[in-house]
């Protein structure tokens, strides 16, 4: 199979249904927009992580696949066989928020972005987990399509992004910088 098709080249692609849609349209934008968050989740997980983050990672990377592969199907499903997001999954993600925050000291306060690599790393994808979760609102809305289960995966993975960053804070020794408000 080559890799280049030429079927896109007047500014269209199929989705897994078969349907052609302009790239421009939400369901392509919205599953781009997961492989965007699965690239910075490998870059994440390229950085000197204990295993057992690393062991989440991956299978957060995998679930990412599962959601954007049920973006990338359209109401005409036909054979395809798309895994689904369920509530295992997020049990999952709140299972790890809740054993991170068992190490982590209470927050009173925002903190600032960065400090070290992966705890700047760890916001990207956070931030980038909230542009999805926007899109993928949309496109629910726009569609009339149930995705409430993908809608509340994604919450929970921008919250787990968030006690990640702090965890790896603690790990490498990083001070958390408070918001100055006063700055």
Known sequence: MKIYTKTGDKGSTSLLSGNRVPKYHLRIESYGTVDELNAHVGLLRSYDLDAESKSALIRIQNLLFNIGSSLAMDENQGEFEIPQIKDA????LEYEIDQMELELPKLSDFV??????????SHICRTV????????????????????QIIMFLNRLSDYFFV???KQAKYFDT?????????
């Open 129 to 148: 987990c909230r542009r999805l979760e926007r899109l993928v609102v949309q496109l629910a809305a726009d569609e009339n399509e149930n995705l409430e």
């Open 164 to 166: 990640f960053s702090r």
């Open 175 to 183: 001070k958390e910088e408070k918001w100055n408000k006063e700055a």
């Open 89 to 92: 999954h997020i049990f999952f």
């Open 112 to 121: 600032l972005q960065g400090g070290h690599f992966v705890v700047a790393q």
